[in-house]
């Protein structure tokens, strides 16, 4: 179920705290839950892709050593887990509100086009993945009932591209025969991602930029943490190779001190400076 992955569900507490409400102990409650269902959900999903890529993971200089690729976790016995912990989330999810348990499914769906056919098609896998983000963040709106902003869709779906990308360029270079792995190798080039790299950071940043003219003076605090953080990012995965996972940010000391302070910059902004 990839527990080390779940951090990704953290996206789930932006809608609470860009709407002010961090300090709103009643909703709290809620928005824990729905990072709950969401990590556990994400965990079923993994399961079944594991299933499904158990040939191709076994190819994987890393995800061969996975419990189910490795042979260490019976594949029965996963697949009867996942589908009986899917349904089991669900049906809560709409206990919490029709608009979160819609987010919910449409994640749970897309993550199964995904699994099944949309990682084989080029481009649209990146996109998918990005569309997986914006459910999530959209989901940590909708549990506190408050507006889903359009720069958070968009700050979102560009930033998840950008890791997206990232990742298969660092697949690229890793694997001795990426196709073998993933289909979708077949139509992308380290130079072809490179250029998805360039220009999905870009527009990352005139969106942020944007967003702090048009919706929050104040947040242009964070302008510069943001700035270095996509900056670093490319750094990494050009100079470094880095990007298998984009937790290996978490690895990195110039990253997460960068990210302590723009989220500190962010807090200020939202609720010292802004009422």
């Not at 076994?58 to 976790?73: N, T």
């Not at 470094?240 to 960068?258: R, V, W």
Request: glycine share 4%.
């Amino acid at each position: 179920m990839r527990p080390h992955q779940w951090y990704k569900n953290l996206i789930i507490f932006i809608g609470i705290v860009f709407s002010q409400n961090l300090f709103n102990l009643e909703i709290w409650p809620k928005v824990i839950f729905a990072f709950v269902i969401f990590c556990l959900l994400s965990g079923a999903v993994y399961i079944l892709n594991d299933v499904k890529d158990l040939e191709r993971d076994r190819l994987h200089p890393r995800k061969r050593e996975r419990p189910i690729a490795s042979g260490r976790l019976p594949t029965k016995f996963a697949l009867t887990f996942s589908l009986i912990l899917i349904p089991a989330l669900l049906y809560p999810s709409f206990i919490l509100g029709f608009p979160f348990g819609l987010s919910a499914l449409s994640y749970f769906i897309l993550n199964i086009f995904y699994t099944f056919f949309l990682k084989n098609i080029p481009i649209v896998d990146l996109i998918s993945i990005a569309v997986g983000f914006v459910l999530r963040a959209v989901a940590g709106a909708v549990i506190i009932d408050v507006r889903v902003s359009p720069w958070l869709v968009i700050c979102t779906f560009l930033l998840a591209i950008v890791l997206a990308a990232g990742k298969r360029r660092h697949e690229l270079i890793i694997i001795d025969n990426p196709p073998e792995h993933r289909e979708s190798a077949k139509e992308y080039s380290v130079e072809y991602l490179e250029e998805i790299l360039n220009v999905s950071s870009s527009s990352l940043i005139v969106s942020y930029l944007l967003y702090t003219f048009f919706t929050s003076y104040s947040m242009m605090l964070t302008l510069p943490f943001a700035i270095y953080g996509i900056f670093r990012y490319l750094q990494l995965v050009h100079i470094k190779n880095f990007g298998d996972s984009p937790e290996f940010i978490l690895k990195d000391k110039a990253s997460i001190i960068n990210i302590v302070f723009w989220g500190i910059s962010a807090l200020i902004a939202l609720y010292v400076v802004r009422p």
